[in-house]
C-alpha cells in the first residue's frame, strides 16, 4: 500500500510540475508578444541633406553609435527618456540606440520639394524642430519651400510648421 500511496504522490507531482511549465510557457509567449506589438515605426524628419545622431544612451553628451537621414524609417520599442525615443534593429554594430523626440514624427513623411502658402488667420510659429522653440514668424499668405511633410509637421525653408497652417499643391 505504502509503494502505490508513493507513486501517486510521484504521479501528482510530475502533474503539478507539467502544469506550472505549460503556464510558464503560456506567460513567456504573451509577454514575448506584448513586446513585438509595443515595436512602433517612426520617422526622421530634420532638413534635407542632412542627419540626425544616433547615440548610445539618452544624453547629447552619450558616444554617437550611428546616423539616420531625413525620411529615414526607423523602429522603437517605445522607450523614452530625457527627450529621446530607443531605437531597435539600428544598422550599427550595437543594434540599438537613441534619437533626440526632436526630430522624429508617428506618421509617415513625404518628400515633396514644392512651394506651399501659409494659411490662416494671422501669423504662424516656425520652429527649430518638432514642438521645439520658435524661431521666427511666417505670415497668413506667404510662400514657403516645404521640403518634407508629414501629417503633423512640415520642414520649410522657414524652420518647422505645423502641416495644419500649410496649403501644399
Known amino acids: 500500500r505504502r509503494s502505490s500511496d508513493l507513486a501517486m504522490v510521484a504521479g501528482i507531482t510530475a502533474i503539478g510540475i507539467f502544469i506550472g511549465v505549460c503556464l510558464c510557457c503560456v506567460v513567456l509567449l504573451i509577454s514575448h508578444a506584448e513586446a ?9 524628419l530634420c532638413q534635407p541633406d542632412s542627419e540626425v545622431l544616433i ?4 544624453d547629447r553628451r552619450s558616444e554617437v553609435v550611428g546616423a539616420a537621414c531625413c525620411g529615414e524609417q526607423l523602429r ?6 530625457n527627450g529621446y525615443i530607443h531605437l531597435v534593429d539600428v544598422n550599427n554594430e550595437t543594434g540599438d540606440g537613441w534619437i533626440s523626440e526632436k526630430f522624429v514624427v508617428f506618421d509617415e513623411l513625404y518628400r515633396i520639394d ?3 502658402v501659409i494659411i490662416g488667420k494671422g501669423r504662424v510659429a516656425c520652429r527649430d524642430s518638432v514642438s521645439g ?9 506667404s510662400s514657403v519651400t516645404v521640403y518634407w511633410i508629414s501629417s503633423e ?17
Request: charged share 35%; hydrophobic share 35%.
Open 133 to 141: 522653440k520658435r524661431i521666427g514668424w511666417a505670415s497668413a499668405g
Open 114 to 116: 514644392a512651394e506651399g
Open 55 to 58: 547615440r548610445a544612451r539618452p
Open 76 to 81: 522603437s520599442d517605445g522607450r523614452e527618456r
Open 36 to 44: 513585438d506589438e509595443m515595436v512602433c515605426t517612426r520617422w526622421v
Open 153 to 169: 509637421w512640415a520642414v520649410t525653408d522657414r524652420g518647422y510648421i505645423m502641416s495644419e497652417y500649410l496649403e501644399v499643391p
